[in-house]
């Protein structure tokens, strides 16, 4: 996880606990109820990213076809 920091990528702090809990679990200091949390807790992180990548996307489109200038929403 520190290589994407690094490299500036946003880490969602659900996603490193997920490793943390993992790590603990294979070491034997985690229960199986703690890394199914900490599994939904990633998955909902990726949910949520790829949620606001599309919603994201889906606006730029919209601006798109309705020629609207990122300046104007700006000036209101």
């Known amino acids: ?3 994407c920091a690094t490299k500036g990528y946003k880490i969602d702090p659900r996603s490193a606990k997920a490793l943390e809990v ?3 679990w294979l070491a034997g200091k985690a229960t199986d109820k703690d890394l199914a949390a900490a599994w ?3 998955r909902a992180a990726a949910r949520d990213a790829a949620w ?3 919603w994201d996307a889906q606006n730029k489109k919209l601006e ?3 020629q ?3 300046r104007f929403e700006e000036a209101t």
């Open 68 to 70: 609207i200038s990122p």
């Open 22 to 24: 993992k790590r603990a």
């Open 52 to 54: 606001d990548a599309a």
């Open 40 to 42: 939904a807790a990633a």
């Open 1 to 3: 996880m520190s290589a």
């Open 64 to 66: 798109e076809m309705l």
